[in-house]
């Protein structure tokens, strides 16, 4: 029988299910009923323009509060979610890679992947020695540098650094369903190759993968099993890896008039790097 913890993705795929979600914030319903379903060793790609909802879709599923979950459901490991804070989601294998990192001042990255891996992996604690293994294992998988890791969380780390730092974090805690919230944004090219190089180097049939991204680039070095474009808050299209060049050459504008989806799109995110 599947328990509450990491030990079941030993022995059974992990599925997470969405179905009819809608969800609110502020009572502005923003996700107008999403279906979709990712599988442990599968990768899919949301893309999307500014405003449709994809972050609001990384947010409900992780949990996050001030998400209003109106109707449909979200399972995962065969048990709705929904009602679970985002500490229990962990626990089941589900990991969220933020668009824009916190900084975690007075907090280093080696200390935080330590008490983030406790946290989640609740029944396999390990030693400070046995997780600076791991750590290094990783470390060197991913190019990652001794200083980096001393370093507090996110502070005065650059765009890639933010970033590669969330794939480290994916790597060390090693859950069965990674949503990664446009992990390429902000990024130059090198830095861009790094750390979709090191997210493809993750990918394996035990790392089911929702890679939310604005823009086709990363999906030269990470090939999806699945694309899905969102408008709007609604999965409008789905289809397979060969959509991404079809969208870069119609654009958003493009499809939409195509698919004939009313209204204009929101501005865009003032937030959002260059
Ligand atoms: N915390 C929030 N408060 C109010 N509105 C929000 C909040 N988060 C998102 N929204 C709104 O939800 C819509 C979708 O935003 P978002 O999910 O960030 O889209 P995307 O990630 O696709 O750019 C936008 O209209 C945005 O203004
Ligand atoms: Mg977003």
Known sequence: MATQTLDATATELATLEIRGLRAS???????????????????????????????????VLMGRPGYEVT?????????????????????LGLFLAFQYPT????????????????????????SALAFRKLLKEKMDTLGVD????????????????KKR???????????AIAIMDETDSGLDIDSLKAVAGGVAQLIGPNLGVLLITHYQRILNYITP??????MSGRIVLSGGPELAPQLEQKGYEGLRAELGIEGAFDEEDPEREA
């Open 25 to 59: 914030v502020e009572g502005k319903e923003i996700l107008k009923g999403i279906d979709l379903t990712v599988r442990q060793g599968e990768v899919h790609a949301i893309m999307g323009p500014n405003g449709s909802g994809k972050t609001t879709l990384a947010n």
């Open 71 to 91: 109707a449909g459901e979200i399972r995962f490991r065969g048990q709705d979610i929904v009602a679970l804070p985002t500490d229990q989601r962990a626990q």
């Open 103 to 126: 900084e975690i001042p007075g907090v280093s990255v080696v200390n935080f992947l330590r008490t983030a891996y406790n946290a989640v992996h609740s029944d396999a604690q390990l």
């Open 146 to 161: 001794d200083e980096m890791v001393r370093r507090y969380v996110n502070q005065g780390f650059s765009g890639g650094e």
């Open 165 to 175: 730092n969330e794939v480290l974090q994916l790597a060390v805690l090693a859950p």
């Open 225 to 230: 099993d699945h694309i899905h474009v969102m």
